[in-house]
């Protein structure tokens, strides 16, 4: 196996995980809806099953996530700013790792202890940074062929940034969920874009 093809295979795993645990996370809070709320309430400071879902959800998936840009780097076809919007990439495995290292309380409130604080902020980068990353790496020359991918890409990230915006905001509070999940869905398919468009096996391709 090579490494375009382990990069691929690593990247479905974390997708069809990522499902896995989104719906065994909803279906073991009490009460959880997918459409109000957060992915980071699954392991909210004090609620049901919060440790499990911390190591058997977040933390599995941000090792998931960095296996598969760490198999890709070597084997992305991007330069100039795609590079720099490849690297950004790492900011998807960094917003589940930080629901590891800092836990929201609670229902996730604006406001609240200092994990919750640090919480909010560092989802502020990794989104922003998600949504830099996708836009960036849609500019490698790899795209050029293919307008509908470039377009969506393009396009998904510049609604990261509104789109977060718009879930946390008190008046769209019954709908955060699903515009949060939303946004999964997109990277989930820009990154598919990315593994079957910028990366193509070769016979010298190293195997590992």
């Known amino acids: 196996m090579?490494?375009?093809q382990l990069a691929r295979l690593l990247l479905v795993a974390s997708i069809l995980y990522v499902i896995g645990f989104y719906f065994v996370g909803a279906a073991?809070?009490?009460g959880y809806s997918q459409v109000s709320n957060f992915v980071s309430e699954y392991n909210a400071t004090g609620t049901a099953w919060a440790s499990t879902l911390?190591?058997?959800g977040f933390f599995?998936?941000?090792?998931?996530l960095s296996s598969f840009l760490f198999v890709a780097a070597?084997?992305?076809q991007v330069s100039g700013v795609s590079r720099f919007g490849f690297?950004?990439?790492?900011?998807?495995?960094?917003?589940?790792?930080l629901a590891v290292i800092a836990p929201c309380d609670a229902g996730c409130p604006v406001e609240g202890s200092p994990s919750q604080?640090?919480?909010?902020?560092?989802?502020i980068v990794a989104y922003f940074g998600m949504g830099a990353s996708i836009a960036l790496v849609s500019l490698a020359p790899g795209?050029?062929?293919f307008k509908f991918r470039r377009a969506f890409m393009l396009l998904t990230g510049i609604a990261f940034p509104i789109v977060f915006i718009a879930m946390v905001q008190p008046d769209l509070a019954q709908w955060g969920g699903l515009l949060q999940r939303s946004l999964d869905a997109a990277l989930a398919a820009s990154l598919i874009f990315v593994a079957w468009t910028l990366m193509t096996p070769s016979r010298g391709a190293t195997r590992v």
């Open 2 to 4: 090579d490494r375009v």
């Open 60 to 64: 599995a998936t941000t090792l998931l």
């Open 117 to 123: 604080l640090w919480h909010n902020a560092l989802a």
């Open 28 to 30: 073991l809070k009490p």
């Open 143 to 145: 795209f050029s062929r």
């Open 87 to 97: 690297w950004l990439l790492w900011s998807a495995p960094a917003s589940y790792f």
């Open 74 to 76: 070597p084997v992305a």
């Open 54 to 56: 911390t190591y058997a």
